[in-house]
């Protein structure tokens, strides 16, 4: 349904790394953007699952992507890591990234979804594929990526 | 243009909000009618019939109003004496009564009451073969005024949740107090002098202070426990009927308060448990009569607070539960073996009801008895931090006992460390702490025994059940730890820990949806220390503990 949304006017996204790879997500979404802290894992949780953290009094969840969507999870965190907390009818999650990278404006005429056709696990996640610069930036569908397995 | 539809909607809620309470007034007072015709009852059911038709005329619903009207036109007759209650005119009334349930469901979905009315307002109709005159029951009725002048406590409605984001805003408060003590106990280890005492009473009243508003926004936010009870003898009445029972229900301690979110959780396992003990329970009136008891079974239902819990007795004076015949049927149904049904005791195989694909009724009915029911029963009420217990004694009866916490939010903990971890156990489950050696703990048949008070206990290890660690992590360098004995119903199982790390009042935070469900954690909260610890379910952890040990036999 956002999909529809977006092809129809521009949009402001945020940029940033899973792994080696781009991704982006509807700025709108993203309520803050914050450094790694300390994170409570939850034993006998899905892998998925990183853990908790405290942020300003409340506890939030953490989830790491990479898992959830099957791709090379060798990349380790480091100073660049972040996490982006966004908010969801089911309450605030954060996600971990490599790297975040900037915020650009993706067009609707840029947008390419025949990869969609493509029936990989990891572009169900995807609303699509932009391009910018040389670089290949992959739209993510943060409410499917986020649904629980 | 958009104001006035905002408006509209608004005045819908306050419509949708009153009605309710007026028609769960309406059949309450009904069901009183069928018992005792008085004028009291009569009065209070016509006012609220009466106040549903004006707001609903005010609102332009017809068929909700055309509804109200004959109901009030029928209860002007009885008012009258010119008609006398029967089980025929209650019996129409509460239909109708049903049907406006159904017509607010429809007001709620679509806005407007599209409806069929006639049938229902026919049957009204029936028992009043000539209409009366409008105008007269447009006047004002007397009891409303007095009762106005009663009414001494101002009451006001407030957005539910406006009261969830206070009490929410509490719990933060809370946390940065205990954080604030924590500051205040390392600077008095480096400073003294009058600015540390001066910081230390403040603290001590700011947390005299947060108590009493955590206090006051707990109780803000309950209500007593009648919104549940209410729902009851319609269902007792129905189905008492239905079975060809008869049954009466007495209540009582239906103004206990307690947290609406408990409320809302456990209206579903007290229907069940209802049900159960009319369909199983209570004998027909033959049988009983055949059994030197009275026609008529009773069903008791007490609600009062105990400490910081709420415990609802639900008793039957039916005819029991055999507890040979429990045996027998989880053998065959292979919940247990003829061997351990011998050495199971009598409260155990009670619990045995609570097993998922359980049933004792031999016939599955359609009231209850599909084996599905007690074990949600259970879960249910476990999910909730309570404990259901129940008594049964042949041709005597049989008891419920639930205790169930004031609220969700904020609970007594345990502090313990595993695998330098901290975790939350709560304190209503702890029966004791000790200390033990590591060779006192015996291995038999695989399973890992304690002697705690000349009788043996199993032991569960959080370090090997949460994170697959060696047991050996457990003990200190003196070959010691800490065993945190709790209570599963009804027996004490020793959970071994690395060491007890304090207790707090902690305040609740589920896990919430991207979590998912995670066996054994039942939330998180924050410590004073800023870090977050996991809240164990003791039941769960204990029950999978149990279930893997036998299935390992």
Known sequence: MSLIEKKEQAFQSVVFKLGNDLYCMDIFRVNEIIRLREITPIPRSSAHVKGLINLRGKTIPVVDLKVRMNLDPSCELDDNSRIIVVDTPHGSVGIIVDAVKEVATIYPENIDTSSLLLSDDSSQHLLGVTRKNENVISILNLDKALSAV | ?553
């Open chain 2, 1 to 553: 243009m958009t104001n006035s539809d905002f408006d509209m909607t608004q005045y819908l809620d306050l419509f949708m909000q009153e009605s309710r309470e007026q028609l769960e007034t309406l059949e309450t007072e009904i069901l009183n009618l069928e018992k005792k015709t008085s004028q009291d009852h009569l009065q209070l059911i016509f006012r609220a019939a009466h106040n549903l038709k004006g707001s609903s005329r005010a609102m332009g619903f017809t068929h909700f109003s055309s509804i109200t009207h004959e109901i009030e036109n029928l209860l002007d007759k009885l008012r009258c004496k010119e008609l006398v209650v029967t089980t025929e005119i209650t019996d129409t009334l509460l239909s109708s009564v049903d049907s406006l349930n159904q017509l607010l469901k429809i007001i709620a979905k679509t806005g407007n009451d599209d409806f069929d009315s006639n049938e229902i307002v026919k049957k009204l109709q029936s028992f009043s073969s000539h209409r009366i005159d409008e105008k007269q029951t447009d006047l004002p009725l007397k009891p409303n005024h007095t009762e106005k002048i009663l009414e001494g406590t101002q009451t006001l409605r407030v957005d539910i949740s406006r009261l969830d984001h206070i009490m929410n805003l509490v719990e933060e408060l809370v946390i940065d107090r205990t954080k604030i003590s924590q500051i205040k106990q390392n600077l008095s280890q480096a400073f003294s002098g009058s600015d540390i005492n001066n910081l230390s009473k403040t603290i001590d009243h700011l947390a005299i202070i947060t108590g009493d508003l955590q206090d006051q926004i707990m109780r803000a936010r309950m209500m007593p426990i009648d919104t549940i009870f209410n729902r009851f003898p319609r269902v007792v009445r129905d189905l008492a009927n239905k079975l060809g029972k008869e049954v009466k229900l007495e209540v009582s301690g239906g103004d206990t308060e307690l947290d609406r979110s408990v409320l809302e959780v456990i209206g579903d396992p007290l229907l069940h448990i209802l049900r159960n003990s009319i369909d199983h329970g209570i004998e027909t009136p033959d049988e009983r009569e055949k059994k030197g008891k009275s026609r008529e079974g009773t069903i008791q239902i007490h609600a009062k607070h105990q400490e910081k819990s709420i415990i609802i007795d639900i008793i039957d004076n039916g005819k029991g539960i055999d507890i040979k015949k429990i045996k027998s049927k989880a053998i065959t149904k292979n919940l247990i073996s003829q061997e351990s049904a011998e050495k199971m005791s009598d409260n155990e195989a009670l619990h045995l009801l609570f097993t998922s694909g359980f049933s004792t009724a031999t016939e599955v009915s359609e009231v209850s008895g599909r084996g599905v029911g007690m074990d949600i029963v259970r879960s249910n009420i476990q999910k909730l931090g309570g404990v259901i217990d129940l008594n049964t004694e042949l041709d005597i009866g049989t008891t419920f006992t639930l205790k169930i916490p004031l609220t969700l939010a904020i609970i007594r903990g345990l502090l313990v460390t595993v695998s330098q971890t901290t975790y939350v156990l709560p304190f209503e489950y702890i029966i004791e702490i000790i200390v033990i050696k590591k060779n006192q703990i015996q291995n038999i048949c695989g399973k890992d025994i304690y002697v705690f008070r000349e009788k043996p206990i199993s032991l569960i290890w959080l370090n090997k059940v949460l994170y697959d660690n060696d047991k050996e992590h457990s003990f200190d360098k003196h070959d010691q730890c800490s065993v945190v004995i709790v209570n599963y119903l009804g027996n004490p199982i020793g959970l071994i820990t690395e060491g007890i790390a304090g207790e707090q009042e902690v305040v609740i935070k589920p896990l919430g949806y991207f979590c998912g469900e995670v066996p054994g954690i039942s939330g998180s909260t924050i410590l004073g220390s800023g870090n977050i610890a996991l809240i164990i379910d003791i039941n769960h952890l204990v029950r999978d503990q149990k279930t893997s040990i036998d299935l390992k036999e």
